[in-house]
């Protein structure tokens, strides 16, 4: 069975810097790309920023220059550092993994239960 953990999050003032981070259990072959997706109130659930195995990232305009992703294949984690956050960075924020369970497997979805992070103005 397949978890993802996420922790991190909270309360911040806006300007102020947060740091999220999953890290991925069970019995999998291999972790593919990773990510951050995020879903304010009323709102569609919407990409962060993805990290692949080999490190190609790609960061979704509106928190480019701000968010920083990474990863450590070893520990099976993913990371989300924040800076310079704003309001309407409120949200609560997903983990998202592509796992292949085994060498005989296609990659599935997998996400984190999600965990808050609101910015106070």
């Known amino acids: 069975q397949v978890q993802l953990v996420e922790s991190g999050g909270g309360l911040v003032q806006a300007g102020g810097p947060l740091s999220v981070s999953c890290v991925i259990s069970?019995?999998?072959?291999?972790?593919?790309?990773m990510g951050w997706y995020r879903q304010a109130p009323g709102k569609q659930r919407e990409l962060v920023a993805t990290?692949?195995?080999?490190?190609?990232?790609n960061y979704a305009d509106s928190v480019k220059g701000r968010f920083t992703i990474s990863r450590d294949n070893a520990k099976n984690t993913v990371y989300l550092q924040m800076n310079s956050l704003k309001p309407e960075d409120t949200a609560v924020y997903y983990c998202?993994?592509?796992?292949?369970?085994?060498?005989?497997?296609?990659?599935?979805?997998?996400w984190g239960q999600g965990t808050q992070v609101t910015v106070s103005s």
């Open positions: 998202n993994a592509r796992i292949v369970m085994t060498r005989w497997s296609r990659e599935t979805d997998y």
């Open positions: 069970g019995s999998i072959f291999s972790i593919n790309a």
């Open positions: 990290i692949t195995r080999g490190g190609t990232i």
